[in-house]
């Protein structure tokens, strides 16, 4: 199972919008609403930010949506914020495994 | 509130098995969830290594899975992770976690450890 392909790198200023893509295939985000998004500041764990491709768990700002098409996945961040300024990792369930993204590095102007 | 916390030696020699523990708190290890591990080499991305249920199935990344053992202990509400023939492409900071399972969704990691670095070297 290979990695999901994500941009390295994304930018954008404080208030923009920026959009992150996740392509998998058919056997992993195209075939399934399971794919979850991860936020990690350098040197901390992950943080868990998207479920089930859009759904947000309780405080994460509304900022952050999350979007699926075909066999590719897409985090928003609206309104970018400094604190913002981190790795991002989409996942996806595969049947019995799970396949992480290369991560995208987010860096805010 | 779910906690996580891995323990196991920092440092081990090529060829030999790495052995970490994952205590858990605040959930039991007996509920519909799942217990996973996940690693992230120096500088590098998140790879899922695997996961395992109380019952005792088991799923593993295809790549790792000759080497590869993540069992459950009832007793001590906490799971492990076992890893043979190391080499130094193995050295990583290795993350246990907890995989999200009910009645209304499954299938994402909700709850992680801080994390633990693993060297592999002589």
């Not at chain 2, 906690?3 to 440092?11: F, H, M, N, R």
């Not at chain 2, 052995?19 to 996940?38: F, K, P, Y």
């Not at chain 2, 080497?67 to 202990?73: G, H």
């Not at chain 2, 999200?100 to 992680?112: E, G, P, V």
């Amino acid at each position: 199972q290979s990695a999901l392909t994500q941009p390295r790198s994304v930018s954008g200023s404080p208030g923009q919008s920026v959009t992150i893509s996740c392509t998998g295939t058919s056997s992993d985000v195209g075939a399934y609403n399971s794919v979850s998004w991860y936020q990690q500041h350098a040197g901390r764990a992950p943080k868990f930010m998207i479920y089930d491709v859009s759904k947000r768990p309780s405080g994460v700002p509304d900022r952050f949506s999350g979007s699926k098409s075909g066999n590719t996945a897409s985090l928003t961040i609206s309104g970018l914020q400094a604190e913002d300024e981190a790795d991002y990792y989409c996942c996806s369930y595969a049947g019995g495994l799970y396949v992480f993204g290369t991560g995208t590095k987010v860096t805010v102007l | 509130q779910v906690q996580l916390q891995e323990s196991g030696p920092g440092l081990v020699k090529p060829s030999e098995t790495l052995s970490l523990t994952c205590a858990v708190s605040g959930d039991s290890i007996s509920s519909s969830n799942w217990w996973s591990w996940v690693r992230q080499p120096p500088g590098e991305g998140l790879e899922w290594i695997g996961e395992t249920y109380h019952s005792g199935t088991s799923n593993y990344n295809a790549s790792l899975k000759s080497r590869v053992t993540i069992s459950v202990d009832k007793s001590k509400n906490q799971f492990s992770l076992r890893l043979t023939s190391v080499t130094a492409a193995d050295t990583a900071v290795y993350f246990c976690a907890r995989t999200h399972c009910d009645s209304t969704s499954c299938f994402y990691i909700d709850y992680w450890g801080q994390g633990t670095l693993i060297t592999v070297s002589s």
